[in-house]
């Protein structure tokens, strides 16, 4: 089997329409409509992981327009919870590595609480919020609840630990996993290919490639001014 280049099918998945983002089930009670997804970006040092997650953010910019994004890059767990949020439309909470990153229980059972935070915050019941996780180590990413229960991963290249390469592989497949490889080694003489990347979502495995953005529109949470309270 040959893997095609998928990059529409990826990008409609993680941009669904404002239709779908606004749209409230009407009904005679309180609800939260919020949509999140959650996804990691796997790669080695170099591979051109924060240019992918850049580029992500462009995407969003040119769907939504800038005024309705939101896009933060954290230092912590804590920091994306506390500090990344603000009343845009659209919440593009960044974390560019967290292997090995100490994580308090707490802060994990407010990260996946984060539609109802972002809810008071907003004083809005619909919207849409995109977490992207940067790893170098599939398994330095603590704790596993992190990496057990996401939306997609984005693998920018394979592994050399044992145990990462197997996980690698059960999520790609031995198509997938060879592909990669291919792209790995097409890199070493051709700097476009730091462009392209193996994707799976649940269901689907493809090829992506996004060039450069042309303008970084992520910013530190250094300067936002709405803060959840602990």
């Given at each position: 089997?040959?893997?095609?280049?998928?990059?529409?099918?990826?990008?409609?998945?993680?941009?669904?329409?404002?239709?779908?983002?606004t749209t409230i089930p009407k009904v005679n009670y309180?609800?939260?409509?919020?949509?999140?997804?959650?996804?990691?970006?796997?790669?080695?040092?170099?591979?051109?992981?924060?240019?992918?997650m850049r580029s992500l953010v462009e995407k969003a910019i040119n769907q939504y327009d800038i005024y309705n994004v939101n896009a933060r890059?954290?230092?912590?767990?804590?920091?994306?919870?506390?500090?990344s949020l603000d009343d845009k439309l659209i919440q593009i909470p960044i974390l560019d590595d967290i292997t090995l990153s100490i994580i308090k229980?707490?802060?994990?059972?407010?990260?996946?609480?984060?539609?109802?935070?972002?809810?008071d915050i907003a004083k809005r019941n619909y919207g849409y919020i995109l977490c992207l996780i940067g790893a170098h180590r599939f398994h330095g990413?603590?704790?596993?609840?992190?990496?057990?229960?996401?939306?997609?991963?984005?693998?920018?290249?394979?592994?050399?630990?044992?145990?990462?390469?197997?996980?690698?592989?059960?999520?790609?497949?031995?198509?997938?996993?060879?592909?990669?490889?291919?792209i790995e080694k097409?890199?070493?003489?051709?700097?476009?290919?730091?462009?392209?990347?193996?994707?799976?979502?649940?269901g689907k495995v493809g090829v992506i490639s996004l060039p450069m953005a042309g303008d970084n529109y992520i910013k530190s949470t250094n300067s936002v001014v709405t803060n959840i309270s602990h």
């Open positions: 089997m040959t893997l095609e280049d998928n990059t529409p099918y990826l990008l409609h998945f993680l941009f669904p329409s404002l239709d779908s983002i309180d609800i939260n409509a919020i949509k999140c997804k959650i996804g990691v970006i796997y790669s080695a040092m170099g591979t051109g992981k924060t240019e992918l890059s954290c230092v912590t767990l804590e920091d994306l919870i506390s500090n229980k707490g802060d994990i059972n407010r990260f996946f609480k984060i539609r109802h935070l972002w809810k990413v603590q704790p596993p609840e992190l990496r057990t229960n996401l939306d997609f991963i984005i693998f920018k290249s394979s592994a050399t630990s044992p145990f990462d390469r197997n996980i690698v592989k059960l999520y790609l497949k031995e198509d997938g996993f060879s592909k990669l490889e291919e097409l890199r070493e003489t051709d700097k476009k290919y730091l462009s392209s990347s193996l994707f799976w979502t649940r």
